[in-house]
């Protein structure tokens, strides 16, 4: 992986991203050794999280480093302290920062004025761990990712922007069905499509149709964080998208099931499809930590070979 930071799927091409796979299944497989023994990662969490802060933790642990973590209410960055300033000072005292902001313009900005490397551990534009950690999964249970039809249902939400940069990198045809008013932004789409890589993206409304030749059917919460006040007057849009029997009826029959966590269960998703055979759902959330420990490694020089 040549970037120095990674703020964006988009700073990935077809060959970067398939190595980081490639090393995540490695150290999932060998174990990774202290390869970052003595450097320190800097968590910013301006949104609450599980997954994120375990697995970035975890990570730097099994990597031999060191994590600090701080939540919004400490940095308070952009109104304690402007951006730029804790860039720098967290430039002299730690090797990389992992954050995760409500602005996606925050986040550049700590990448533009940092000396070591950032990662995006969520904003609202993407969450690129959290696809890397898919393919990852979708890798292990396929072997290959070449051709494989991947249907997201629900809003073009940062899950569904990463997935779908993420998915014409590595070949992946990936599909989101989502209400009207709801889909990927038209800029997504066409930036997208002009990636290397071989994938697809299309953008549909009917959700039945979306899954028929699904290998994969991914959904996530009809109201992202940050959004929650609109959950209530976004359910009668959503209601057709969700992830049930009836829905999955409508897939192949050995179609897997796929959520980033944490499911609103009775909402996108119903407690029979995600409790199924099906589901590799907490497959996915493990992964989140093999892929992260093979960014930090490769981001900060030690990644194996």
Same mark, same amino acid.
């Given at each position: ?16 991203? &398939? ?140 899950? &569904? ?15 989101? &069905? ?20 071989? @994938? ?48 999955? &009826? ?51 020089? @030690?990644?194996?070979?």
């Amino acid at each position: 992986m040549s970037p120095r930071d990674l703020t964006s799927i988009l700073d990935l091409t077809p060959d970067s991203l &398939a190595r980081l796979l490639d090393v995540s299944l490695g150290m999932k497989r060998d174990g990774s050794g202290p390869l970052l023994r003595g450097q320190t990662l800097a968590l910013i969490f301006e949104k609450p999280s599980l997954r994120t802060r375990v697995s970035f933790e975890m990570a730097m642990h099994r990597l031999g480093g060191h994590s600090i973590y701080m939540g919004g209410h400490e940095v308070l960055m952009g109104d304690r302290e402007p951006v730029r300033d804790v860039a720098r000072v967290l430039s002299r005292m730690v090797q990389a920062v992992a954050a995760r902001t409500y602005q996606h313009s925050t986040l550049i900005e700590l990448a533009e004025y940092a000396d070591v490397p950032v990662v995006n551990a969520l904003t609202e534009d993407e969450h690129p761990c959290q696809a890397l950690a898919d393919l990852l999964t979708l890798r292990e249970r396929f072997g290959s990712l070449t051709g494989l039809r991947l249907t997201y249902l629900g809003e073009g939400n940062n899950v &569904a922007r990463s997935l779908a940069y993420a998915s014409v990198l590595a070949g992946v045809h990936f599909t989101c &069905a989502s209400p009207e008013g709801f889909a990927l932004p038209d800029d997504v789409l066409e930036r997208a499509r002009a990636l290397p890589g071989g @994938g697809s993206v299309t953008q549909v409304h009917d959700a039945h149709e979306a899954v028929r030749d699904a290998a994969v059917v991914y959904t996530d919460v009809w109201a992202s964080m940050g959004f929650e006040a609109e959950l209530d007057s976004r359910k009668e849009h959503f209601r057709p998208y969700q992830m049930n029997a009836d829905l999955m &009826a409508s897939a192949p029959a050995d179609a897997l099931v796929m959520h980033d966590l944490p499911a609103h269960r009775g909402e996108e998703i119903t407690d029979e499809v995600i409790e199924s055979s099906r589901s590799v759902v907490f497959e996915q959330a493990e992964n989140r930590m093999h892929v992260q420990q093979a960014v930090l490694a490769t981001l900060l020089g @030690g990644s194996p070979g």
